[in-house]
């Protein structure tokens, strides 16, 4: 006896387009989530220089010396003790370990000095130790004068840190929504401050010492659509943009600023010389030493306020 299968009812066939739409998309979804099976990762972007900040312009423009400063970095380390938050604040630092790097290339792309290794110095003995070695010759003999020449010794120590990095210095947010169409935008205020001195290594002296701050901002725009486009039928739409300074940025280009500072003031204080005095005028030390003298003003008027003469009456 055949049988025939009974037609579905009229409530379930209405339900299975919509049902299958859906186990459709979820399947799509899915499928653009999860990892290719086997595919190696690609690289999609080529690698590019470090993108130049307008610190690193002005060391660019700065006017010739008349003798580079051979000029020694041992370190520039990180002084905050500050770690990333949660999850991963047990792992990474909030600011880069590398500082003295970024030093280093500062003073070489400045002009005004010739930094020597200093940092691994111990590697950098070791190899001299090896040449010393292949030529046959002793610490003290012709040989190894001629192929192995002394190392070139500093007339300044370049020293300083990174000295502090605090997070959420300035928050706040905004957002509207009119007929289930709306936005919102959220930021944050980070600062980082870097401190730079240069040491006279015949005597250590402190010639001269800087510090710089530096502002990292990150923001989020959060547009959403939800409304009924039809009686029973709701259209839901979100979407976001985020963008963080990179923190490591924003400390190399306080170190260059710090750097072209103590350049400013070192001719200032003629400790070095410029090749062409009437380079004095260039712009951009003119820009650098009216910072440098507004900042003195400031720190002068507000020494003045706290001397109890200047301080206005107590009505009490």
């Known amino acids: 006896m055949k049988t025939h299968a009974k037609p579905a009812p009229r409530a379930l066939r209405n339900r299975l387009p ?3 739409g859906a186990l459709a998309v979820a399947a799509l ?4 989530a999860a990892p290719p099976g086997s595919q190696p990762a690609a690289v999609t972007e080529a690698a590019t220089l470090t993108p130049p900040s307008p610190a690193t312009r002005d060391l660019l423009k700065l006017p010739s010396p008349k003798g580079r400063v051979v000029a020694a970095v041992y370190g520039f380390r990180d002084q905050t003790g500050q770690y990333k938050p949660s999850p991963d604040s047990s792992f990474s630092t909030s600011v880069t370990q590398g500082a003295a790097s970024l030093l280093i290339k500062a003073l070489k792309d400045s002009g005004w000095f010739t930094p020597v290794e200093r940092e691994s110095l111990q590697e950098l003995l070791t190899e001299r130790r090896i040449v010393r070695a292949l030529d046959g010759s002793t610490d003290d003999g012709v040989a190894a ?4 020449p002394g190392l070139l010794p500093a007339a300044i120590m370049v020293d300083g840190g990174v000295i502090a990095y605090e997070s959420n210095v300035r928050t706040g947010g905004a957002g509207a929504r009119f007929l289930g169409i709306g936005m919102s935008t959220q930021y944050r205020v980070d600062q ?41 039928e709701l259209l839901e739409v979100e979407a976001g943009v985020t963008s963080n300074e990179p923190a490591q940025l924003c400390v190399k280009e306080a170190i260059e600023t710090a750097v072209v500072h103590l350049i400013a003031q070192g001719i200032k204080d003629r400790s070095w010389v410029l090749a062409n005095e009437s380079d004095w005028e260039s712009p951009v030390l003119q820009a650098y030493m009216r910072e440098a003298d507004s900042y003195a003003v400031d720190a002068t008027e507000l020494a ?13």
């Open 18 to 20: 919509a049902g299958a």
């Open 304 to 316: 003045a306020m706290s001397t109890p003469a200047a301080r206005p009456p107590s009505p009490y």
């Open 145 to 148: 004068t001629q192929n192995v």
């Open 29 to 32: 979804l899915s499928a653009c």
């Open 192 to 232: 980082v401050t870097v401190n730079l001195r240069s040491v006279d290594i015949r005597n250590g002296q402190i010639l001269h010492s800087v510090s710089t701050t530096k502002t990292i901002y990150s923001y989020e725009l959060h547009p959403s659509v939800f409304r009924f486009v039809n009686f029973k």
